[in-house]
């Protein structure tokens, strides 16, 4: 990892406003936890955490317009909710000040919608920020969720995309088909499906 992008990281971090500041530490810990119980490691799970949401307090349609602006391909779907673009805005962006990793990459870029064939790095991370406490309202069911990805990332992401899919699909909501694809394939390589 190139120091260059660990100071770009910290410098964007230290110009978001403070309740992201705290939501993004508060991932960082979550991560940590998983990755030690999941043998993942530290210091790309802990640069994932971080970046993660560095686009998120962009607007929608500073969002859309920066998504063109670095050639990101945006889904009919993103272009009605653009605050789904936070996550590849930020991955790009973080590509060009030299992030090599592909693994932090895609953790950054998927952490909205997941996606098939998450690395275990993208997985602890898209996990922990559901996991954070102050989500316990959008999630009520984050204690199981917390006790299962302690256990098995897979389960919990399939637990977690299934839970949220239905909830969209109960609300008459669009879902994303990154979030169907990565349900579909962690259905066929659990057991007993
Ligand atoms: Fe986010
Ligand atoms: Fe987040």
Not at 7 to 17: E, G, I, Y
Request: with cysteine.
């Amino acid at each position: 990892m190139t120091k260059s992008v660990l100071d770009t990281v910290q410098r964007w971090l230290s110009d978001l406003p403070r309740g992201l500041r705290d939501h993004i530490h508060r991932v960082e810990e979550i991560s940590e936890e998983l990755a030690r119980a999941h043998q993942v490691g530290h210091d790309r799970v802990r640069l994932c955490a971080q970046a993660h949401d560095l686009c998120r307090a962009m607007k929608g349609d500073e969002l859309l317009e920066k998504a063109r602006e670095l050639g990101i391909p945006v889904h009919p779907v993103e272009e009605r909710m653009p605050i789904l673009l936070h996550g590849p805005v930020a991955a790009e962006l973080l590509r060009r000040e030299g992030l090599d990793d592909d693994a932090v990459y895609q953790g950054v870029y998927y952490h909205s919608t997941a996606c098939p064939g998450l690395d275990p790095v993208a997985k602890v991370v898209f996990l922990a920020d559901k996991l954070d406490p102050h989500k316990a309202k959008r999630y009520p069911y984050l204690g199981e969720l917390k006790v299962a990805a302690l256990e098995s990332l897979d389960s919990a992401l399939l637990e977690f995309l299934t839970r949220e899919i239905t909830s969209f699909l109960e609300k008459g909501q669009l879902v994303h088909p990154a979030s169907i694809e990565a349900r579909n394939e962690l259905l066929m390589v659990s057991p007993g499906s």
